[in-house]
């Protein structure tokens, strides 16, 4: 069907066509008959339904093919159109509009302009554009009349009547696109993905998918008529978007802490400004679906000088409170349905919104006096509840007035946030240790299966121990790590303001805890610490290689890494008063904690930083430190990946190489990869190597002027200079082109405009090149002297760098008139003046133009 250009109709009734008429499991169903029809089907003003009838006596159902006209006598809404905007002139259509006498109201005022805007640019679309589609059959007919015109007598003006027709046809061509485009809103598509017929097909599509057959009620009947689909849909609407009467208290979301402060509240509902509000209004997706004024994004922030006074003002009475129009209304309200599903846009922060309320509700019952929560060991914290993906478990002594205190806190949570909790009331079961042995049974028998006794028998697969005791030792490395509730309570249950190393077994302890302490010897002699900012046990974790350090001594006092530390370097007399000599050496030989000193040793210089709690929020900081000179400002933006790629290095040589380096050695490598960078970065520039001496210089540079006198120079004897230029404001954007002819006494002879359509720079550029060439060959100016302020576009012409694809072809058509000119040479932008604002002017203008006469030429270009 994708081959053929069809699409299925659709149907209403039995959802199968055909059957065997077989019975019982024999019968089979199946939809062989079908209607289908192709994209000029769609493209008509019918609406086409199927009905599949009944198929007794036939094996096979008929189809009845009806057709209802669309067209009525129905206004069409109104819908702005992003391809008027590559007219100039609609900017002063909108003006006159937009004046004239309307309500007081700002809000008012500003809904009934935009009414009137609407007339004008109707009344001015008729007048410009016209039928669109009409307009591509008669430029393509032109262009086809030119081209056969051309073809039988080519003489150099019909070459220009030829290129001009064309230009029509590409323009015509464009504003068709344009509006498929905008019509089947198709927003992944990249530039230059230009298919005409492919936006047609999803407009088409579009359109027999939103044709509604049948519908199902609420009792599963099955609706087919139009006057039945149209009351159901209405009530079935009414039903999802009506809100439910609360009958819990607001109070309950009195438990989420307010976080944001008066001033910060203040700050969000003050009035905008002027560039905020425009702010705004350009982040807005000009190619989004009109509301329902039919106004776009691209209107407002084409037009923003017309209407920036009254959106503003409309903006700020808004604030105030005034009173909002229904025609403003209209396109501001988001109706939320009540039942959210997975997949819904709304669904993740409302379900984080909702549990975060029910989990804070529950918490603020253990604050209560007649709530008893569940028993816990002295100094643990106490967990009213533990919540998974899908499920909450919530804990309490279970006493009566407890049990009905959660219960109260569910309904009232159930009434207010309209989500109903499916309740599980659940206790322990009596005869779990039984349960147990005979689960533990279960497995011996099935570990010999598996594994086998004693290495024979079984299938060959891991020994259930060795599994068990991988995970006992993954359960130990979490709980060293710290870094959970189940630690946090696991710690302060067994080991409370101890070290975890102090950790013993008694008989009373749980069976986890007896399998981790099983493992803890082994899971400590493999573990090694890395030392970050020193906050590691200097005596118990092993962070030094062949042990703690607490074996080699008999009495201690519990410190951090960090205590042995000063400006970065080990405090070796300190080392010397409490550990044996052989081991000051090895702690001497190791790098000490180094992180915090390098970025101290940099921000120390420069001041200003805030504490930072990441590394993230250091390079940020640096960031978004601000600069007099380009100088200062690269050192900013530079200097903190320097940093973190120099501790990356040292972490990686001491991890796998066991190479130490000093916060004083790592500090000078970063200093000499600045000096590098800036060596590489401003050739010229000579900055020493020690960073209080560099910092000074760098401070002290200034940017360097240099002053390059251009000007335009005439060409040869008997050679005509052309100077080239094309414009395109967005790259790709709305473009055109421009150039002039001067001879060698500066004398000007010829210029052209013209209007391109969208494409990128370097296209318009060649373009511009291109037509002057064509230009003055057919104006009889030979010996050609090319000029254009397109460094690439001169390398490719001459073949020192490559050419893109998309130029390729107006190239080889440049080539073929190089008998035409001598040279082709780049110039400066300044020197290239007017032609650049003869591009502009072909952009703004639509049109083409040739000046043959030096007053005729726009004042700003003479």
Known sequence: MARAGVQDAGFSGSRFTWCNNRGGRARIWKRLDRMLFNQGAATLSFNFQVHHLGRDPSDHAPLVLSAITRLDNKPRAFRFLNFWTSKP??????????????????????????????????????????????AVQVAEERASLAEALFDDDPPEPKLLALQEARVVFRNALFVEEEFWKQKARAKWLQDRDRNTKYFHSIVAERRVRSIIHHIKDANGILLTEKSQIA??????????????????????????????????????VHVPSLEEVREVV????GESAAGLDGFTGRFFSFA??????????????FFYGAEVPKSITATLVVLIPKGIRQGDPFSPPLFVIGAEVLSRLLNS??????????????????????????????????????LWLIMKALEDYEMVLGQKLPILLSGFPR??????????????????????????????LRSLHHVFAAFSLKLWWRFRLQQSLWTEFMLLKYNPNLHPCYSELCPWQSATWKRMMDVQVVAERNIRWILGSGNSSFWHDNWLGPGPLCQEVETFQEQSVSEFVVQGCWDWQRLYDVLPTSWVHRVLEAAPPSSDQVWGFFEMSIGGFWEAIMIRHKVIAWWLKSGRTMYIRFLFRILPALICWNLWKTRNKFVFEGRVATVTQVCGRIVNKLHESFGTRFQGVSIPRSWSDLLDVVAGLRMSVNVLTVRWKCPLHAVVKLNSDGCSRG???????????????????????CYFGEMTSLQAEMRALLHGV???????????????????????????????????????????YRHHYREISHCFREANKPADRLSKVGADSGEPFVYDFFLTLPCMVR
């Open 731 to 753: 790259n790709p954007g709305r473009s055109g082109r421009g150039g002039l002819f001067q001879d060698s006494n500066g004398r000007f002879l010829l210029a052209f405009s």
């Open 89 to 134: 002139e609609l900017l002063d259509v909108i003006r006159r509009g937009w004046e004239g006498s309307f309500p007081r109201l700002l809000l008012q005022r500003l809904a009934s302009k935009l009414r009137q805007v609407k007339k004008h640019i109707q009344s001015w679309s008729r007048e410009q554009f016209g039928n669109i589609f009409d």
């Open 231 to 268: 009351t159901e849909a209405v009530h079935f609407f009414e039903s999802l978007f009506t809100a439910e009467p609360c009958l819990g208290s607001w109070d309950i979301l009195g438990v989420i802490p307010k976080i944001i402060s008066h001033d910060q509240n203040e700050d969000l």
């Open 774 to 816: 064509w230009l003055g060959v057919a104006w009889g100016l030979a010996n050609l002297h090319l000029k254009s302020d397109s460094l690439v576009l001169i390398h490719i012409i001459q073949g020192r760098a490559k050419c893109p694809w998309v130029v390729q072809r107006e190239l080889q058509e440049l080539l073929q």
């Open 282 to 285: 350009f982040a807005m997706d």
């Open 431 to 460: 005869y779990w240790r039984i349960f147990l042995q005979t689960f533990y049974g279960v497995l011996q028998i099935l570990g010999h299966v598996f594994t086998g006794s004693n290495g024979e028998g079984g299938v060959g």
């Open 365 to 402: 019952l253990i604050r209560r006096r007649d709530f008893v929560p569940f028993k816990v060991p002295l100094g643990c914290p106490v967990v009213a509840h533990l919540a998974y993906a899908g499920d909450v478990i919530i804990f309490f002594s279970g006493m009566k007035k407890s």
């Open 304 to 317: 923003w000088d017309v209407v920036a006074k009254d959106v503003y003002e409309a903006v700020g009475n």
